[in-house]
C-alpha cells in the first residue's frame, strides 16, 4: 500500500511539473529561450541591467503607489512566456483587494486580455487571505499573490497595476517570463474575466463566462457566493455548472449535478484545497464561500464559442421554504427528492403548491433563490482580444463589501 501510495504521488508531481514547464524535461536547455525578471529591480527585464540602484544593495525593491494612481509593471518587446507573476501589497483589506485591478495587454492590443480585480485573479475569494495552494495560484501564508498560469505573447506583453483603492499601496512584485527568439507555435492568448451579479431574475442562471466568440479552452473560474441573509442556515449550493459550446443554444453540452459535485467534493461543503479544486472560504455564519475548479487534466476545448453558468439554485425543507417565502425572500421550489425518486416539478403543473398541506413535509426540496454571486473565469483564446464587456466600476465592485 505505501509503495502504490509514493507512485500515485510521484505522478502527481510529474503531471504537475509538466503541466508548468510545457513538458519539457527539467534537465533540457532550450538554445533558443532566456530568462527575464521584470520587476522594480529591472523594470525592462534587460541583460545586465538589474539591481542598478543603491550599488546593488536592495534599492529599489518596491514602490509606492498613490490611490487613484496607476502604473506598468511590464512593458516588454518581443516572443515570450510569462511564467510566474508574484506580488504582494501592504493593506490587504477586502474592499482594496476589490478595487485594484490588474491588466493585461498582448501583442499591442487596444483592450484588455484580462482586467479582474486583484484578489479575485489570484483567487482570493470575496478578499479574504486565505493560505492555499492549486495548480494554478498559491498565497502560503495568506499574505502574498502567486499565479503560475503560462501566458504567451508574439510581440509585446504589457501588465498594469490600477489602484482604485482609497489606500496608497507600498507594492512588490516580479514577473518571470521566458524570452524567445521565435513565439510558440499554435499560440493562443491568456485571458481571464470577472463578473458580478447582486441581484438577478429568479431561476436566472449566473454568467461565470458570458458568450466568448473564437477558439480556445476554458481553464476553469474562481467562483464567490454571499447567500442571502433571508434564507437563513439553508444550503445555497444545488446549481449545476453548464458549458455551452459551439453553437449550444437553450441546452448545453455540459452539465454537472451540483455545486459542492462540480468542486469535487460531496454532501454540502467543508474548506480544503487541492490542486485543481477547493474551497478555500466556508463561512457558515457570516454566509460566505469561494470556491474553484481548474480544468487542467479534464481540458474543455471549443472551437467557436464558449459560454459558462451556474444555477442559483438552493436546498431546504418545506417549512423553511416557506418561511423564507413569508420573510419576503424570493424561492421557487423546482424539484422533491423522495424516497420513491426526484418529483419534477417543472413537469408537473397539477402538482400541489409549496403552501398546500399535500406537499411533503419531510422531503428536501430544491429551489431557485437569489445571492450574490462574483466570479473569475479563465480561458485561452485564439486572439488577444475578446467580445466581453469591460470590468464593472470600482463603485459596482464594492458593493456589499
Not at 221 to 239: H, Q, R
Amino acid at each position: 500500500m505505501k509503495k502504490k501510495s509514493v507512485h500515485l504521488s510521484w505522478i502527481i508531481i510529474m503531471c504537475f511539473l509538466a503541466i508548468n514547464s510545457g513538458a519539457q524535461q527539467l534537465f533540457e536547455i532550450s538554445k533558443d529561450a532566456d530568462t527575464r525578471w521584470i520587476s522594480f529591480e529591472n523594470p525592462t527585464g534587460e541583460k545586465g541591467k538589474g539591481a542598478m540602484e543603491n550599488k546593488g544593495a536592495k534599492g529599489n525593491a518596491s514602490q509606492w503607489i498613490k490611490a487613484g494612481d496607476s502604473i506598468v509593471l511590464v512593458n516588454y518587446t518581443g516572443a515570450g512566456i510569462i511564467n510566474r507573476i508574484w506580488m504582494t501589497i501592504i493593506d490587504r483589506n477586502p474592499k482594496a483587494l476589490r478595487a485594484i485591478h490588474l491588466d493585461m495587454y498582448w501583442d499591442d492590443a487596444s483592450r484588455p486580455a484580462v482586467s479582474v480585480p486583484l484578489g479575485d485573479f489570484f483567487g482570493i475569494g470575496l478578499g479574504r487571505m486565505a493560505a492555499f495552494q492549486s495548480a494554478l495560484f498559491s498565497n502560503p501564508e495568506g499574505k502574498s499573490f502567486n499565479c503560475y498560469i503560462p501566458m504567451p505573447f508574439k510581440t509585446h506583453a504589457k501588465i498594469v497595476f490600477v489602484n482604485q483603492s482609497e489606500q496608497n499601496q507600498l507594492l512588490f512584485y516580479d514577473v518571470d517570463l521566458t524570452a524567445l527568439k521565435a513565439p510558440v507555435k499554435n499560440l493562443t492568448y491568456f485571458h481571464a474575466y470577472w463578473n458580478n451579479k447582486h441581484s438577478t431574475t429568479l431561476g436566472q442562471d449566473f454568467e461565470i463566462l458570458p458568450e466568448v466568440k473564437g477558439e480556445g479552452r476554458f481553464l476553469g473560474s474562481n467562483i464567490s457566493v454571499k447567500a442571502d441573509s433571508v434564507y437563513g442556515d439553508t444550503w445555497f449550493g444545488e446549481g449545476e455548472v453548464k458549458m455551452y459550446l459551439d453553437g449550444d443554444d437553450a441546452l448545453p453540452t455540459l452539465a454537472g449535478s451540483g455545486t459542492e459535485d462540480y468542486i469535487g467534493s460531496a454532501w454540502n461543503l467543508g474548506p480544503f484545497n487541492q490542486l485543481y479544486q477547493g474551497a478555500t472560504v466556508v463561512d457558515k455564519v457570516k454566509k460566505e464561500y469561494a470556491f474553484y475548479r481548474y480544468h487542467i487534466p479534464d481540458p474543455v476545448y471549443f472551437h467557436n464559442d464558449c459560454r459558462v453558468t451556474i444555477q442559483q439554485m438552493g436546498g431546504a425543507g418545506r417549512d423553511l421554504i416557506r418561511n423564507i417565502i413569508k420573510r419576503g425572500g424570493q424561492a421557487k421550489p423546482v424539484s422533491v427528492m423522495t424516497a420513491n425518486g426526484l418529483i419534477k416539478l417543472l413537469e408537473k403543473p397539477g402538482y400541489p403548491n409549496l403552501f398546500d398541506d399535500k406537499f411533503p413535509a419531510d422531503e428536501w426540496v430544491n429551489f431557485y433563490r437569489i445571492d450574490d454571486y462574483s466570479s473569475t473565469a479563465y480561458f485561452y483564446l485564439d486572439k488577444p482580444e475578446s467580445n466581453l464587456k469591460r470590468l464593472a466600476p470600482v463603485a459596482e465592485r464594492l458593493k456589499g463589501f
